[in-house]
C-alpha cells in the first residue's frame, strides 16, 4: 500500500518542532523511526475512515 504522507516531510517537520517546541533536543534527537512514521500514517489513516464511516449520505463532496 502507498503513503499517505510524504516521510522525508514529516521528517523535516519533526525536526523543526523540536526546534521551537523543544529547544536543544533537536540535536539531541538526530533521527525518525520508521515506526513513529509508520504510526502517524496509521492514526491520519484511521482519521480518514472514521470521517467517511460518519459522513452523510447525500451530496456529491466529501466534506467531513
Known sequence: MSHL???S???VFIKAKLATLRPGM????TR?????LDNYEARL?????????THRS???????
Open 9 to 11: 516531510q514529516v521528517k
Open 45 to 53: 489513516r484511521i482519521m480518514i475512515e472514521d470521517d467517511i464511516m
Open 26 to 29: 533537536e540535536e539531541q534527537l
Open 32 to 36: 525518525i523511526s520508521k515506526q513513529a
Open 58 to 64: 447525500c451530496g456529491k463532496t466529501f466534506d467531513p
Open 5 to 7: 504522507v510524504n516521510r
